[in-house]
T-cell receptor, first 115, second 113 residues
Framework: AQSVTQLGSHVSVSEGALVLLRCNYS??????LFWYVQYPNQGLQLLLK??????LVKGINGFEAEFKKSETSFHLTKPSAHMSDAAEYFC?????????????FGKGTKLSVIP | EPEVTQTPSHQVTQMGQEVILRCVPI?????FYWYRQILGQKVEFLVS????????KSEIFDDQFSVERPDGSNFTLKIRSTKLEDSAMYFC???????????FGAGTRLSVL
């Protein structure tokens, strides 16, 4: 079984400041990890993913995340927040090679960007 | 860019009524999914569908729920007799292959009165 914990249901940052959204997971098999973003009244859009290989992955809109197996974490960062980054962010895990293709999501973190 | 489309965007129904939520997955995708998100809670997996049959379902997906691919483009979720607790945002997703990236639609907000 797998689970995802996102610390902080709501994070506020100033425009230009570092964005750090935390995600910890548990999985009985090596996981595939994803970050999705949801803008108001829109669907879930993939930001980035980790499957295998390089543990630092880059996504759209300047976001990146690092897979740290020892910490079971996949935190999302962006060096400089922009007003357009205000949205809700979801971390999700997919168990690789387990024959199950259901994504398990965290509860989401709503990011506010203060001008 | 290809996208998953869902209709309607908002559905209001009376308790006990049947509802059908519709989705058009991305055209070359083979795997289809339904998820739901009750207000304030996590996005939860309901069911996955491949080759015209259910490949996986969660405990939520009981006998009140069914899925169908009635033609080459649509993928539907039917709730036979809606309950108040079925009120949620329902997301459809599709992927090219199993284990690949799942692309989501904008969702249908179902309100059961």
């Amino acid at each position: 079984a797998q689970s995802v914990t996102q610390l902080g249901s709501h994070v506020s940052v100033s425009e230009g400041a570092l964005v750090l959204l935390r995600c910890n997971y548990s999985s009985s098999v090596p996981p595939y990890l994803f970050w999705y973003v949801q803008y108001p009244n829109q669907g879930l859009q993939l930001l980035l993913k980790y499957t295998t290989g390089a543990t630092l992955v880059k996504g759209i809109n300047g976001f990146e995340a690092e897979f740290k197996k020892s910490e079971t974490s996949f935190h999302l960062t962006k060096p400089s927040a922009h007003m357009s980054d205000a949205a809700e962010y979801f971390c999700a895990v997919l168990p690789s090679g387990a024959g199950s293709y259901q994504l398990t999501f965290g509860k989401g973190t709503k990011l506010s960007v203060i001008p | 860019e290809p996208e998953v489309t869902q209709t309607p965007s908002h559905q209001v129904t009376q308790m006990g009524q049947e509802v059908i939520l519709r989705c058009v997955p991305i055209s070359n995708h083979l795997y289809f999914y339904w998820y739901r998100q009750i207000l304030g809670q996590k996005v939860e997996f309901l069911v996955s569908f491949y080759n015209n049959e259910i490949s996986e379902k969660s405990e939520i997906f009981d006998d009140q729920f069914s899925v169908e691919r009635p033609d080459g483009s649509n993928f539907t979720l039917k709730i036979r007799s809606t309950k108040l607790e079925d009120s949620a945002m329902y997301f459809c997703a599709s992927s090219e292959l199993a284990g690949n990236i799942q692309y989501f639609g904008a969702g249908t907000r179902l309100s059961v009165l």
